[in-house]
């Protein structure tokens, strides 16, 4: 059976989203071409990051439709991205705020694509 490990965002600018999730990261991409590249996560994921103007079939729509999330330990955890992210100066399209699954709030790359942070049980 296959393995779903890998979550591709089509950006429009590669170079410009490899330095930001570089950064973001903390970590250098374990693939790098003109139109794609990748970063190793936690357990075998990993995030690919892809030219949109050479995707095949081109993809359809636009907007804010997925999230990537960022699942983190405690509350201080939470607050501790939020302003970590903040000071990084990531646009922040939800205020940290209490939902019904704990403290979460949801910054943006480069390209709008939706970063959340928020809590995972134990």
Known sequence: MAKANLIVLYVADPLASV???????????VVT???FSSFKLQNG??????????VQ???VGEGSRAELAFMVAGEDAVRAH???????GLPIAQELT???FGPTFVALD?????????????
């Open 110 to 122: 480069p390209d709008g694509h939706r970063l959340r942070v928020c809590l995972f049980d134990d």
């Open 45 to 54: 994921f990993v995030l690919g990051l892809w030219a949109k103007a050479g």
């Open 19 to 29: 330095e930001f999730y570089r950064k973001l990261l903390g970590k250098e991409p």
């Open 33 to 35: 071409f003109p139109t």
């Open 57 to 59: 079939p081109q993809p």
């Open 82 to 88: 939020y302003d970590e992210w903040r000071a990084m």
């Open 98 to 100: 209490k939902m019904d």
